[in-house]
């Protein structure tokens, strides 16, 4: 942290306690955030922060990432989609595309004229990206694509959508690459299905996506050529893993505070809970769990910051620090008793969103693989 990062502290908890966490009731309702939040965020200089200046982003480090993200969870929205919008497309964009694209398509993003996304997960397919089916044919300049992506965060909201797919007749990885579309609700070719109904997250857009025969200009694909899409994914992959790893610790630090505050104040047989041997033993090895979870990912965010966090160590981040989040969240549920799982109470979102974590990004089994790959 440094005076600058806190200052982007300050304002994204400004924005987040006061503009957003209020509706998070309304978002459950309608399956989604308000688009007006992000571009509410663009003028106030909070979406894209790392981007640089050149392409309408703030020019800073990943770190504005991470601390609009923690803010985000202390704040107790799950609507939002920033992880995605800005975390990930973003990213995809700044370092595949084209100076030329860039300009297009960044400031568009940074400003929250557009809400990005990226189209990988598919009815058949999640963990394994090698297995996409989703294809786009040549024709004439364009590429035409046909499949189905489900499970897609900012799917119903999204403008820009990055599509993995495939593009010739190779095997595996070989033949995926990624293509960018601009889309709307009346692109021929493109249809968002349901807003998808989660036990967790409810205020979050998740959606389906539909292109049958969407067409897209050659010159949108993102690389150099085709075939760069399965190295670009695992490129960018342990940036997305430290993002989760992010949500998780934040988490685990919000529902720690939120159950001792809870423990002091609630009395039981005529003593405040927090004073029985075993609320104070669990709530002592939660808060050990967290503290070790929060020392291993600053020095993961340092390491990322310096260019040195391996695709092994991602793993780990993601895989063992959701694992946590989910152990810490079923802990410290317990000890609110019924009340505990009561939907407006914020640890009951706490424990439902937790569940997700230990899938998206990657399933925490596909990261244990990875990681005995490396022994």
Not at 29 to 47: S, T, V
Not at 98 to 116: D, M, N, T, Y
Not at 148 to 159: E, Q, S, Y
Not at 283 to 294: Q, V
């Amino acid at each position: 942290m440094d005076d600058e990062l806190t200052a982007v502290r300050e304002l994204a908890r400004t924005y987040f306690t006061k503009e957003v966490a209020p509706h998070q009731d309304r978002f459950i309702e309608q399956g989604h955030p308000d688009r007006e939040l992000y571009a509410r965020a663009g003028e106030l200089g909070l979406n894209c922060m790392s981007i640089p200046e050149e392409y309408g982003g703030g020019g800073g480090t990943f770190a504005s990432e991470i601390v609009l993200i923690e803010e985000q969870v202390r704040a107790g929205d799950q609507a939002m989609g920033f992880v995605v919008h800005a975390g990930i497309v973003a990213h995809y964009l700044n370092a595949y595309a084209s100076h030329e694209q860039k300009l297009r398509w960044l400031p568009k993003l940074a400003s929250g004229q557009w809400v990005g996304s990226i189209a990988m997960t598919e009815p058949g397919t999640g963990s394994d990206l090698q297995a996409i089916a989703t294809r786009a044919a040549k024709d004439g300049d364009d590429y035409v694509i046909s499949g189905a992506k489900t499970f897609i965060t900012n799917g119903a909201l999204c403008d820009l959508v990055i599509i993995a797919c495939k593009t010739g007749d190779a095997a595996g990885a070989a033949g995926l690459s990624l293509i960018v579309a601009e889309v709307g609700d009346d692109t021929p070719g493109f249809q968002r299905g349901r807003i998808l109904h989660k036990i967790g997250n409810q205020g979050q857009d998740t959606a389906e996506l539909f292109f049958d025969g969407l067409r897209v200009p050659q010159a949108n694909l993102l690389g150099p050529a085709e075939g760069k899409g399965f190295i670009q994914l695992m490129e960018q992959l342990p940036q997305e893993r430290l993002l989760t790893g992010t949500l998780a610790v934040a988490s685990m630090e919000v529902a720690v505070d939120l159950t001792v505050e809870y423990a002091k104040s609630r009395e039981i047989f005529g003593k405040p809970l927090f004073v029985m041997q075993n609320t104070r033993f669990e709530l002592a090895e939660c808060a050990t769990i967290t503290t070790i979870g929060r020392t291993f990912l600053d020095d993961c965010i340092g390491k990322h910051l310096r260019g040195e966090l391996d695709v092994t160590t991602a793993a780990m981040v993601k895989y063992w620090l959701t694992d946590r989040q989910g152990e810490v969240a079923d802990r410290c549920l317990q000890l609110f008793g019924g009340y505990g799982y009561m939907d407006e109470y914020p640890i009951a979102r706490i424990y439902t969103g937790a569940r997700v974590m230990r899938i998206l990004a990657g399933a925490n089994e596909v990261m244990k693989d990875l990681i005995a790959r490396s022994l």
